[in-house]
C-alpha cells in the first residue's frame, strides 16, 4: 500500500500546523481532533466551559469545508432541536418524516455541549448515530455523512445509561484551564483570532474520508503483540476496557501510523492508549502506564508527536516542593491571591509527580499532592 503522503502532508501542514498556531496551548487537542476524524471515531472533551473545545471543531470543520452541527444540550432539549422537526407536508400526506436540513443528520462534524444532558429520546437515537451513522425518523431511515461527532462536558456521567452513550467515545481528553505563565500568550492569540479569518486548505472532508478508508490497509502486525499485552494492563488500572473497544483501538493505531506517513503501525502508535480512561482518577496512573510502554520501545523518527515521552522527573525534588507548599498551607495568613497561587503549584506539581517513574513514589506523591489540594479547596 502507498501511504497517502500528500493527503496526510496537507492536512498536517494546512490543517493541524495552522490550527496550533492559532489555539495557545490545544496542540493535543487538535492532534486527537484529526485522530478522531481518521480514524472514523468519536471525542468526548472532559472540562471546564471556556476552554475553546467547540471553537476548535468548529475551525477544523471550517478548514476542510464539512459541513458542521453544534448544539447545546439541556434537560429540556426535545430530538426534533437536534434531527430535525416533523415534515408537515408528508404528515398530512400521512407519512411520518423528518425535516434535516441543517440538522445533525447532514453534519459531516458535530458537536454536543453538555452531554450527559441528554434525555431518554434523544439518548435513543444518539446511540444508533454513534453506532452506526444511521438516524430513524418516522417512515425513514438516513444514513449519515457525520465523519466524527464530538461531545464536552464538566462532569462525567454516573446514571447507567449515559454511560452506555459515554462509551461510544473511543477517546477521552481532559482539557482544563491554561497555566498562568500561557497567558499573556493566550490574550496576545485571543484578541487575534477575534478578526483571524477561516483558516484555508486544499484539504476536503472527502479527502479525510478517503483517508479513513486507507486505514483498513494499515499493517498492524508490528503491533499487535505488545498490544495484545496491554489491553491486560490497562484492564488491571481498573479500566472499563471492553473487547469491542479493544478491537476498535486498532482503528486508532492504525490513524496514528497514517498521519505519519507509514503504511505500518509500530509500538510508537501506542501513545492513543493515554485516551482510554473511565474516570478522572484514572488518567494520571494510565498515562504512566503508556510511558513504560513507550520507553520500553524506542520511537522511530517517523513517530507521532504525541508519543513525545515527558522530561525526566525528580521524585524527590517534587516531594521537597510538596514539603514547602505544606509549610504553607499549615503557617495559614495567605491571602485570597496566595492562595490561588498556591493552589496552582500544588496542581502543576501533581501533573509533574504522574511521570514519575518508580509506582510506589508516584502514588505517594499523588496522594500527598491531592491532600494538600484539598486543603486548599481544590
Known amino acids: 500500500m502507498a501511504a497517502p503522503e500528500g493527503t496526510v502532508g496537507r492536512l498536517r501542514g494546512e490543517v493541524v500546523d ?45 478548514a476542510v469545508r464539512g459541513s458542521y452541527f453544534e448544539y447545546l444540550l439541556t434537560r429540556f432539549s426535545e430530538p426534533n432541536e437536534i434531527f430535525g422537526p416533523i415534515d408537515l407536508v408528508k404528515l398530512r400526506q400521512g407519512t411520518v418524516a423528518t425535516v434535516t436540513a441543517g440538522m445533525l443528520p447532514e453534519a459531516e462534524f458535530a458537536f454536543l455541549d453538555e452531554l450527559f444532558n441528554a434525555n431518554s429520546a434523544i439518548l435513543n437515537n444518539l446511540l444508533t448515530v454513534l453506532n452506526e451513522r444511521v438516524y430513524r425518523g ?33 477517546l477521552r481528553c481532559h482539557v482544563d484551564q491554561l497555566r498562568r505563565d500561557a497567558m499573556p500568550q ?46 491486560f494492563k490497562v484492564r488491571d488500572l481498573g479500566i472499563a476496557f471492553s473487547d469491542r473497544r479493544a478491537v476498535k483501538v486498532l482503528k486508532l493505531l492504525a490513524a496514528s501510523a497514517l498521519l505519519c506517513g507509514r503504511e505500518r503501525a509500530a509500538p510508537s502508535d501506542l501513545w492513543v492508549l493515554r485516551y482510554v480512561w473511565d474516570r478522572e482518577e484514572q488518567i494520571d496512573p494510565l498515562a504512566a502506564l503508556v510511558n513504560g510502554l513507550l520507553k520500553a520501545h524506542p520511537a522511530e523518527e517517523t513517530a507521532h508527536p504525541l508519543a513525545a515521552l515527558p522530561e525526566r522527573v525528580d521524585g524527590e525534588e517534587l516531594a521537597g516542593q510538596l514539603d514547602a507548599a505544606e509549610r504553607d ?47 486548599l479547596g481544590r
Not at 485522530?35 to 475551525?59: C, D, N, Y
Not at 498556591?342 to 502514588?363: F, G, K, M, P
Open 18 to 62: 495552522a490550527l496550533k498556531r492559532r489555539f495557545v496551548g490545544r496542540d493535543e487537542v487538535i492532534d486527537l481532533i484529526a485522530l478522531a476524524v481518521v480514524a472514523g471515531e468519536h471525542l468526548f472533551l472532559h472540562g471546564p466551559p471556556g476552554t475553546a473545545k467547540s471553537l476548535l471543531i468548529r475551525q477544523f470543520a471550517s
Open 138 to 170: 418516522g417512515a425513514e431511515t438516513h444514513r449519515l455523512p457525520l465523519l466524527s461527532l464530538f461531545s464536552a462536558s464538566n462532569h462525567l456521567a454516573d446514571d447507567e445509561a449515559l454511560r452506555a452513550l459515554f462509551d461510544r467515545f473511543l
Open 329 to 375: 498551607v499549615s503557617a495559614g495568613g495567605l491571602s485570597l491571591t496566595a492562595l490561588a497561587r498556591l493552589r496552582e503549584r500544588v496542581a502543576e506539581l501533581a501533573d509533574r509527580a504522574a511521570w514519575v517513574a518508580d509506582d510506589a513514589a508516584r502514588r505517594h506523591l499523588l496522594e500527598r499532592a491531592g491532600k494538600v489540594l484539598d486543603r
Open 186 to 231: 493566550l490574550l496576545a492569540a485571543g484578541r487575534a483570532l477575534e478578526d483571524a479569518p477561516p483558516v484555508e486548505t486544499s484539504v476536503t472532508a472527502d479527502d479525510l474520508r478517503a483517508l479513513a478508508r486507507r486505514t483498513r490497509d494499515v499493517d498492524l502486525s508490528g503491533v499487535t503483540e505488545v498490544y495484545a499485552e496491554a489491553v
